[in-house]
């Protein structure tokens, strides 16, 4: 198992480190920026299909379900589709509208999981042509569905996920950007640029690395907080989502994210200065939004810390702790604003002395309801 770590006390930071491999991993042979090719092999009898289809239906859970909200954003704005995501617990249970012309997109990391299992079943009776976005080759979802892409993260045993978060939203993202293209809604111009910023992303997540020991110093800040905010908006709200849900998997703390104007309306109530904040608050359209947001926090006395954009003047003045993360094409933020999130709770959990590998009540694969 020392071996099998690779010199790291955990699973759960190898798999974060590797993310800056990993990430190329899932786009080798499928994007090359200098002669604008894009082709995912599993999905290329189906292209027409996807320009076709009425409505793109996202099932998953956990993680997984966050990668399918990024994608939300993904394929609405770039290939003008509607969209829903959905939990896979809830959605089988109900009596969805389904039809022939729909498109059912399942997560999976695993490829195991019972309910997303399930829904794949739902939807299948129903006329829907299923796609999976699986990590574990032969699972179960990648062989139920009609066709698919892997994400190819290589195996993940940290039971909270991190690497194979980061690969299906690449893999989401090169879907989102072959429909667009194929439907022709985004120009020649942004589509080249996306592809373009997709191969510089592993050497940009790479560098988020450099600010491993500045999030261990704020991790040590903030080790026996009992409760977290975390905001963002647009991309970065499912982004808050993950990071949330990261941080109570192996810490135990109790965390909520939410979409930051959302805070008005409820969350604001719990701020006071024991309240640690974490804003995603790098420069995209929703940057002015989200400065103000921060204004509110700070007028409350939470303590905040705010991932920006590297460079930023602004947001270092006005918060307790500032993480850098490059800057890159707004529709790929979430696969650089993610990371120092997951080492965040990484060092947290590990100076609370959690088992950050395996925590209490959780499975890697949920093959249960
Ligand atoms: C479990 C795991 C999570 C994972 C979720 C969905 O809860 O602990 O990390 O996100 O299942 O798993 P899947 O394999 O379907 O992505």
């Known amino acids: 198992e020392t071996i099998e770590k690779g010199g790291y006390d955990h699973f759960m930071i190898k798999e974060i480190f590797e993310q800056s491999r990993s990430i190329g991993d899932s786009m080798r042979g499928r994007l090359r920026s200098e002669d604008a090719h894009l082709q995912l092999g599993g999905l290329n009898n189906y292209l027409d299909k996807l320009a076709e289809a009425d409505r793109i239906i996202i099932v998953g859970c956990g993680t997984s379900w966050h990668a399918g909200l990024v994608a939300e954003y993904l394929f609405e704005e770039l290939a003008r589709v509607n969209v829903e995501v959905e939990y896979a617990s809830e959605f089988r249970y109900r009596n969805p509208v389904i039809s022939e012309k729909d498109i059912v997109i399942a997560i999976s990391q695993s490829g195991e999981t019972a309910d997303t299992l ?165 420069r995209d359209s929703s940057y002015e939004k989200i400065v103000s947001n921060i204004q509110e926090v700070k007028a409350r006395k939470g303590r905040v810390i705010a991932i920006v954009t590297e460079g930023d003047k602004l947001i270092p003045g006005m918060v307790d702790f500032v993480i850098e993360v490059p800057q890159t094409h707004e529709m790929l933020t979430p696969l650089v604003s993610v990371i120092p999130l997951q080492l965040l709770s990484y060092y947290i959990a590990v100076m609370r002395g959690r088992n950050v590998d395996q925590p209490r009540n959780l499975a890697k694969s949920v093959t249960v309801e």
């Not at 299923?130 to 993260?153: K, L, W």
């Not at 996306?194 to 999030?215: D, G, M, T």
């Open 118 to 282: 399930a829904a794949i079943e739902l939807a299948k009776s129903k006329g829907a042509t299923i796609f999976g976005v699986c990590n574990v080759v032969g699972s179960s979802i990648a062989r139920a569905t009609h066709a698919g892409a892997y994400t190819h993260a290589g195996p993940e045993i940290g039971v909270a996920s991190t690497k194979a978060f980061t690969a299906q939203v690449t893999v989401l993202t090169l879907i989102a950007i072959a429909m667009a293209k194929r439907k022709g809604t985004i120009t020649e111009e942004t589509y080249r640029q996306l592809l373009i910023e997709l191969e510089h992303i592993p050497e940009k997540v790479a560098k988020v690395f450099e600010n491993a020991s500045k999030i261990k110093e704020i991790a040590f800040i903030f080790t026996y907080a009992r409760n977290f905010i975390y905001l963002g908006r647009g991309l970065n709200f499912p982004v808050a989502l993950e990071g949330a849900l990261k941080l109570k998997e192996i810490s135990y703390i109790h965390a909520e994210g939410y979409p930051a104007a959302e805070m008005k309306h409820g969350p604001i109530a719990l701020i006071d200065e024991d309240m640690p904040v974490v804003f995603l608050a790098t």
